[in-house]
């Protein structure tokens, strides 16, 4: 079964704050990819990272990196010195890689609040 | 290049009409999805295509959901007759062929069932 966890719910930070965002995963598979997706107020939803299980570099664009581990099954998400702007909600997803038919699991997703 | 593009934004109507989503998704995908939003349930599945096959379906609520994709570049969800507990966000989006391949959502349908 394919299962991701994004325990927090809601996370306020005032700005120029550094925030993480925690995403826990379950599979069974030995490949699969690990998506990160924003929710703007405005309801869209963008891709912003892929990560495939072979790959356990961490990865950095400008002020956001992932920090992904296989040991404890965790792909972390963290946004240095917030900005009111990135205020969303952030969904973690799963794709497990046995299959070819790329179905996305979510997480619950977390909003993230930046206060001026 | 033009993204997943979804008509109407917003969608209110009564209860036990017919209601349209309509989905174009990126030229060159091979698969394309439809999701729903609500707050008690997040994202949800409903169906998903694959060069025009529907391939899962399990996620469809109930029979009064029907999804098509009649071509490549076009597909509808229609919920026929409508009740208050569909009103919700309906995502439509598509991808590359692949489990590695980044879904591309469109702006959604925010369909409201008075």
């Known amino acids: 079964a394919q299962k991701v966890t994004q325990a927090q719910t809601e996370i306020s930070v005032v700005e120029k704050e550094d925030v993480t965002l925690d995403c826990v995963y379950e599979?069974?598979?030995?490949?699969?990819?690990l998506f990160w997706y924003k929710q703007p107020p405005s309801g869209e939803l963008v891709f912003l990272i892929r990560?495939?299980?072979?790959?356990?570099q961490n990865e950095i664009s400008g002020r956001y990196s992932w920090n992904f581990q296989k040991s404890t099954s965790s792909f972390n998400f963290t946004i240095t010195a917030s900005q009111v702007v990135d205020s969303a909600v952030y969904f973690c997803a799963l794709t497990p890689g046995g299959s070819t038919l790329g179905r996305l699991y979510f997480g619950r997703g977390t909003q993230l609040t930046v206060w001026p | 290049d033009a993204g997943v593009i979804q008509s109407p934004r917003h969608e209110v109507t009564e209860m036990g009409q017919e209601v349209t989503l309509r989905c174009k998704p990126i030229?060159?995908?091979?698969?394309l999805f439809w999701y729903r939003q609500t707050m008690m349930r997040g994202l949800e599945l409903l169906i998903y295509f694959n060069n025009n096959v529907p391939i899962d379906d399990s996620g469809m609520p109930e029979d009064r959901f029907s999804a098509k994709m009649p071509n490549a570049s076009f597909s509808t969800l229609k919920i026929q007759p409508s009740e208050p507990r569909d009103s919700a966000v309906y995502f439509c989006?598509?991808?590359?062929?692949?489990?590695?391949?980044?879904?591309?959502f469109g702006d959604g349908t925010r369909l409201s069932i008075l």
């Open positions: 989006a598509s991808s590359l062929a692949g489990p590695n391949q980044p879904q591309h």
């Open positions: 990560r495939n299980s072979f790959d356990e």
């Open positions: 599979t069974r598979d030995t490949t699969y990819y």
């Open positions: 030229s060159g995908h091979d698969y």
